[in-house]
């Protein structure tokens, strides 16, 4: 009797343990990644176009090199952002760059391989992310994930904000939201789609969407997306992806 009284009290300890563990914003974001990565993001060659523009990054542990090129005019532009910073090369000959362009530039070539690459990216060090809830959106269970950044390592535009919604089964990344401050601020709410595995890697195509006012938080758009209350600004879309795994 002793025996059976005290198996009894360590499977309720063990189920209450069980039941009280809670994923953190960081457990849920590392199963995102995991989940849309399968371990090859920190070791991959990627290419692809976008906005007629070809696009590759390089990735190997903590080292990167993010790349952009395009015809102007006559020229052909490639811009290479790495770990130390910006270059530009026009038909191949490396020319100078204000240091302000740099910053502009090298920000809009990672942007763009940011966004093409998420959730990957939302572990590095100057991220801070916070578990906002837990939300429905079309009848599927989110986890609400609210991100800033740190000044340090942050970049210049580390005032930006973000959310994700993170599927609760699947921990897919199914929409996102963020506001930005230049050129005069914006809000936007994106919606995945056109979901494809490229070797080992999902890559996504979004809906991008803005609220008719600015006086909105972050956390109210999907709300407004359900009730059809965001306008449709474009699409974004990656198009000829290639993955090598290095």
């Not at 240091?99 to 502009?104: L, Q, S």
């Not at 100057?126 to 994930?145: F, W």
């Amino acid at each position: 009797m002793k025996f059976y009284c005290t198996f009894v009290l360590v499977g309720l300890l063990f189920a209450c343990n069980s039941s009280s563990k809670k994923l953190t914003a960081e457990d849920i974001v590392n199963k995102a990644i995991a989940k849309h990565c399968s371990g090859n993001c920190e070791k991959s060659s990627i290419t692809f176009s976008f906005r007629n523009k070809d696009y590759k990054s390089v990735k190997n542990g903590g080292s990167y090199q993010y790349e952009r090129s395009f015809k102007d005019s006559l020229r052909i532009i490639r811009d290479v952002l790495t770990n130390d910073g910006f270059k530009r090369y026009i038909n191949d000959a490396l020319v100078r760059v204000p240091d302000t362009m740099k910053v502009r530039y090298g920000n809009s070539v990672n942007s763009v391989h940011y966004f093409a690459q998420l959730p990957y990216g939302l572990n590095a060090p100057a991220v801070n992310k916070t578990l906002l809830g837990e939300v429905t959106i079309k009848g599927k269970t989110y986890y609400e994930i609210g991100v800033t950044f740190k000044k340090e390592g942050g970049g210049t535009d580390f005032e930006d904000k973000f959310v994700y919604w993170i599927g609760k089964t699947d921990f897919a990344l199914d929409y996102l939201a963020y506001s930005y401050e230049v050129n005069g601020g914006g809000i936007r709410f994106r919606e995945a789609y056109n979901k494809r595995n490229v070797n080992g890697i999902t890559f996504l195509d979004y809906n991008n969407y803005k609220p008719n006012t600015l006086k909105v938080d972050l956390t109210e758009l999907d709300a407004l997306f359900q009730e059809g209350k965001l306008e449709l600004l474009s699409k974004i879309e990656t198009e000829d992806v290639e993955v090598v795994i290095n």
